[in-house]
């Protein structure tokens, strides 16, 4: 059983950055993939960034390639995503989740343990 706390979140005006942590419990979180998803007022839920077990390969939505990065500490038992150049449109709920499968995967149902999420609001 894995518990996944999100943090980080806030109010940050458009072009600037925030840096969300999720920490994770589990003596096994060094084997499971990892990933941020989103979800906006009124919209599905959406895939953000991935990264696999070892930290060494990660996938971004199209969104927010070249503005986001995902990192993972795993000697602390935590993941990152770092944004920069933040836009409204960034604006949400932001969710981490972990897969006992190491690898990669954008698809939401195939993550085992969710955060309760942690709120980005993004002002013009």
């Known amino acids: 059983q894995v518990q996944l706390v999100e943090s980080g979140g806030g109010l940050v005006q458009a072009g600037g950055s925030l840096r969300l942590s999720c920490a994770a419990s589990?003596?096994?979180?060094?084997?499971?993939?990892m990933a941020w998803f989103r979800q906006a007022p009124g919209k599905e839920r959406e895939f953000v960034a991935a990264?696999?077990?070892?930290?060494?390969?990660?996938y971004y939505a199209s969104s927010v390639k070249g503005r986001f990065t995902i990192a993972r500490d795993n000697a602390n038992n935590t993941v990152y995503l770092q944004m920069n150049s933040l836009n409204p449109e960034d604006t949400a709920v932001y969710y981490c989740?972990?897969?006992?499968?190491?690898?990669?995967?954008?698809?939401?149902?195939?993550?085992?343990?969710w955060g309760q999420g942690t709120q980005v609001t993004v002002s013009s």
């Open positions: 989740a972990a897969r006992e499968a190491g690898g990669i995967t954008t698809l939401s149902l195939r993550f085992d343990y």
């Open positions: 589990g003596r096994t979180f060094s084997n499971y993939g």
């Open positions: 990264i696999n077990w070892s930290g060494d390969s990660t």
